[in-house]
Nanobody, 123 residues
Framework: QLQLVESGGGLVQPGGSLRLSCVVS????????IGWFRQVPGKEREGLGC????????NYADSVKGRFTMSRDNAKNTAYLQMNSLKPEDTAVYYC????????????????WGKGTLVTVSS
């Protein structure tokens, strides 16, 4: 069964950092691009960016560029989202997603989704 599980969310003060993990099972991560998304209840889902299957290409949304960094360890079947300089407006449920035929330029083509992890940025 294909599964993605996010972890690492929690409460952090403004200006702080968190690292989210996305562990995949049921398939080999080597061939899949990974995307990161977030959603605030009542609002549309926002794409944060995506990373190619090899990790060689990334694409970030302007809202997180320079603050968030995506990486992956295919040997561990895990992808990461390092989030620095967090702001209250970063509060949301964060999701990872995977797809084989993903256009990195627009992060389109995700096929499988995790259930999300909550990040709360507050003092």
């Amino acid at each position: 069964q294909l599964q993605l599980v996010e972890s690492g969310g929690g409460l952090v003060q403004p200006g702080g950092s968190l690292r989210l993990s996305c562990v995949v099972s049921g398939f080999t991560l080597d061939y899949y691009a990974i995307g990161w998304f977030r959603q605030v209840p009542g609002k549309e889902r926002e794409g944060l960016g995506c990373i190619s299957s090899s990790g060689g290409r990334t694409n970030y949304a302007d809202s997180v560029k320079g603050r968030f960094t995506m990486s992956r360890d295919n040997a561990k079947n895990t992808a990461y989202l390092q989030m620095n300089s967090l702001k209250p407006e970063d509060t949301a449920v964060y999701y990872c997603a995977a797809g084989i035929r993903v256009a990195i330029s627009i992060c389109d083509g995700m096929e499988y989704w995790g259930k999300g992890t909550l990040v709360t940025v507050s003092s």
